[in-house]
């Protein structure tokens, strides 16, 4: 206890000297930790705004959903046993305004008594109600800004919805339970559900929906009803979710994005973790002799490691606090800012939870990098230090087991916190590996530098032999910047590549326009309409295909178990399916196992199925499986399996049945096409006089959306990506900053034997550049190996290299390190010769 008492003594006198030789230490540490604070600490406070208003999201305690159907008698009159029933309807189709132009809207009408929760926004109407009402001119609606500018719409204006008038008597400004109900395809249209009801698009066959939401008495658990729901249900194909589940899609997005720049936060603590190592060791460098001191007047090795273990463990609380308060200071400024703007409600304060995570992240990647270095104090002789050599080997200490457990703690600590352990073990796996190649390169820079020095003369020469040097920046720089490098270009390649295949690719391989909702009797008349707005029709152009939607709800006899299959996979069975009908093979059926059937084929029912889909479920050719299409059950044998591009030219449909199987059905038709926009709106405009129920969706229009979001998305994944670029920088300085007076002396000596201040400029420049420009090879090299299989395998685009953003990364790497350079030799020869020589 008094050789304990004696080092926070010890410690506490030198601490007492100020911390100017750790500022790098402190400034690796916040940084790293403000970065995975601030991702945790934002995004649980969009998971609080949703769990507050989870019922406002959802509409109600419990909403009950079903697809291509309106609900039963019992249905509803098991919904009535909970508590009150509100309901709504609706789907897509096409708004026609006065002068012609048209939109495709999403219409949906909502029965008295709507909103069970929260309130609509309107302008224009004192109430719901009111903006409603039916009168003489037609039902009331409530519309969409965007829709009102685009079809320039005034309050009061009447327009058509397929081939029914309503009229504009609000604008439509926001929705409870918008959140809950995911992406729509365009502006929506809120009306009575009486004016719905009666109107053909809401008709059989039609892709419409019905959702009804409850209100349960007060006190009742929502999970307890939709238990008591399903079990009086047990047949029904319906959606059931209570307030817990309100938003998944963005509960999942939140999830993955908290995770991913989390990810790069820790991997900015890794690398200014560099720093934080470099920074120790130059901070024991400078108090070899009071270490030597110490020891020589009797004090025992761990004394001496207590005394400094002290103060860096004094100081690793210092800088994890700073990156706390920072940290959790940056979502509220956010919320200050952009509150009223979110798409997602988000309830902004300090959160323990999250702010003690990113803290336990910073302590375990402090001692993972500061403990090595304690080994010398301890175990190296008072000679040796008196002998200025502080680099003496030590082996495997029990600081080199703390710090190797310290980082099996920060793998562990990440795996705990992952909302996917094979994704985090990747990630961990893929930063290890990265730190490794680069340490190596590193060490291959300097090797090869030394090498090199004997070809060249001058500035190059000096240059040269200071890389290869003991104090060289290439061993703890190279690794930092390059894993910031790495971070960046990544980022820049797997955006680049996304937005090409939204861009440029999707547009060349997938349709402009999708038209839906064809009428069965009236397809050839629908072809002879397009082919009068866009030309000749062949099928690299157009293609029409009978649609309709169905559900797979058996495998090889037995129903569905949707908890044997992959939640990545689930989506096809636990959705309904875009099904088409199709006798002879078609053009690119993409047919890799089994064979089509005969164009006259009249056995029994045989499907061509997604190849991924089939696999999903455990299905090979000859399996059989069941499907509920239009309210009736179909058993269909697989005879054939197809590789289908979701979103390309083609039967992109993960069903296909030959056509006897669904004969007599009142089936619909799908067409896709390739036009140029002038067409297209042209096209639009004629179709509303023969063709007012068809919907035309613009895929152009969606893929221009998408682009947009994904910028606004990608920018916040850019600046995350940055820290990793400022950690870089941070041990940077740190290596100049503990080469300070070397490099002094070293400037001296030259100028003393006649070297000009342009040739040690040029050398410093030289060495520095080297260093980032190793770094950023190396960095855009394994940046480009991390995104390749996720752009290629998890989004399943095209690849494409962004050579210009790779170009201007290793720039910015080399100029950044060169400019170091500059720096480090501006302050060496700032100081003059004789001063800096007497020095010991």
């Not at 293609?543 to 495998?555: D, N, S």
Request: hydrophobic share 50%; aromatic share 6%.
């Amino acid at each position: 206890m008094s050789s304990l008492g004696l080092a926070f003594r010890f410690a506490g006198r030198e601490l007492r000297g100020g911390v100017r030789g750790f500022r790098i230490f402190l400034a690796c540490l916040a940084v790293g930790v403000t970065a995975i604070a601030a991702a945790s600490s934002t995004a649980e406070a969009f998971r609080r705004g949703l769990a507050s208003q989870a019922r406002e999201i959802l509409g109600g305690d419990v909403a009950v959903s079903v697809q291509q159907r309106n609900f039963t008698p019992a249905e509803r009159a098991a919904f009535a046993r909970l508590g009150q029933v509100v309901y709504a309807a609706g789907g897509e189709a096409m708004a026609t305004a006065p002068g012609g132009e048209r939109r495709l809207v999403e219409i949906r009408g909502v029965s008295p008594g709507y909103p069970l929760a929260g309130q609509v926004q309107l302008q224009g109407a004192p109430g719901l109600a009111q903006a409603l009402a039916v009168s003489p001119e037609g039902p009331g609606a409530a519309v969409e800004p965007a829709l009102m500018q685009r079809l320039n719409l005034k309050l009061g204006d009447r327009f058509l919805v397929g081939d029914q008038t309503f009229v504009a008597r609000a604008v439509l400004l926001g929705e409870p339970d918008r959140l809950g109900r995911g992406f729509a395809l365009g502006p929506r249209v809120l009306t009575s559900l009486a004016a719905v009801q009666s109107s053909p698009f809401m008709g059989p066959g039609t892709l419409h929906a019905e959702t009804a939401r409850i209100a349960l008495p007060a006190g009742q658990d929502p999970a307890k009803a939709v238990k008591a729901l399903r079990a009086a249900l047990p047949g029904d194909p319906v959606r059931i979710r209570d307030r817990g589940d309100a938003a998944p899609g963005a509960r999942k997005l939140i999830d993955r994005l908290d995770y991913f720049l989390g990810f790069i936060g820790l991997a900015s603590l890794l690398a200014g973790g560099l720093g934080v190592f470099g920074a120790v060791q130059a901070y024991l460098e400078t108090r070899k002799g009071s270490i030597a001191v110490l020891k020589a007047l009797g004090a025992e090795g761990p004394l001496a490691r207590a005394v400094y273990l002290i103060q860096i463990a004094a100081l690793s609380a210092l800088g994890v606090g700073i990156g706390l308060v920072v940290g959790a200071a940056i979502p509220l400024v956010l919320g200050a800012v952009v509150q009223n703007s979110l798409p997602v409600p988000a309830l902004f304060a300090i959160y323990p939870l999250p702010l003690a995570k990113a803290g336990l992240f910073g302590l375990l990647a402090a001692a993972a990098f500061s403990l090595e270095p304690l080994a010398w104090a301890r175990a190296t002789s008072p000679a040796s230090l008196l002998r200025q050599d502080l680099a003496s080997r030590v082996g495997f200490t029990p600081e080199a087991v703390g710090a190797v457990l310290a980082g099996l703690g920060l793998a562990g600590l990440t795996l705990a916190t992952a909302p996917n352990l094979a994704l985090a073990g990747g990630m961990i796996g893929a930063v290890a590996v990265s730190l490794a190649v680069l340490w190596a390169l590193g060490r291959l820079a300097v090797w090869g530098a030394g090498r090199l020095r004997g070809l060249v003369r001058g500035p190059w020469r000096l240059g040269l032999a200071n890389l290869a040097g003991p104090r060289s920046a290439a061993r703890t720089a190279t690794p930092a910047i390059g894993l910031a490098v790495a971070l960046l270009s990544a980022v820049v390649l797997i955006q680049s590549s996304l937005l090409d295949q939204v861009r440029a690719v999707a547009p060349k391989s997938a349709p402009a326009v999708v038209f839906t909702e064809i009428p069965q009797g009236r397809a050839e008349a629908f072809d002879r309409a397009v082919a009068a707005g866009m030309g000749p029709l062949n099928p690299d152009v157009y293609q029409r295909f009978p649609f309709v939607t169905g559900r797979i709800t058996g495998l090889k006899g037995r129903p569905v178990d949707r908890k044997a299959i992959r939640e990545s996979q689930r989506w096809a069975y636990d959705n309904d399916l875009s099904l088409s009908v199709i006798g002879p093979e078609p053009r690119d059926a993409g047919v890799v196992q089994g064979r089509w059937w005969p164009a006259d084929y009249a056995g029994p029912p045989l499907v061509a199925m997604s190849a991924d889909v089939a696999a999903a479920g455990g299905l090979k050719v000859g399996d059989s499986l069941t499907l509920q299409v239009l309210g009736r059950d179909i058993e269909a044998r697989v005879g054939a399996l197809r590789k289908v591009d979701f979103g390309g030219f083609g039967p992109d449909f993960a069903v296909i049945l030959n056509p006897h199987a669904l004969e007599g059905a009142p089936l619909r038709s799908v067409a896709i096409a390739r036009m140029d926009r002038a067409h297209e709106l042209a096209l639009t405009r004629s179709l509303g006089r023969d063709f007012p129920m068809v919907n035309v969706i613009s895929v152009r229009e969606q893929l221009e959306t998408a682009a947009a979001l994904f910028d606004r998305l990608a920018l916040a994944v850019r600046a995350a990506a940055g820290v990793a670029a400022l950690a870089g920088l941070l041990v940077l300085a740190g290596s100049i900053a503990a080469g300070a007076q070397a490099r002094a002396r070293e400037a001296a000596l030259l100028k003393v034997l006649g070297a000009a201040r342009r040739q040690i400029l040029l050398a410093y420049v030289v060495e520095y550049g080297a260093v980032g420009l190793v770094a950023g090879l190396a960095g855009a090299a394994l940046g480009a190996a991390s995104a390749w299989p996720v752009v290629v395998k998890l989004f399943e685009a095209r690849w494409s290299m962004d050579w210009g953003g790779l170009a201007a990364l290793l720039a910015a790497a080399a100029g950044l390190t060169g400019a170091g350079g500059l720096v480090a030799a501006a302050h060496a020869l700032a100081r003059r010769p004789a001063p800096v020589l007497r020095q010991p």
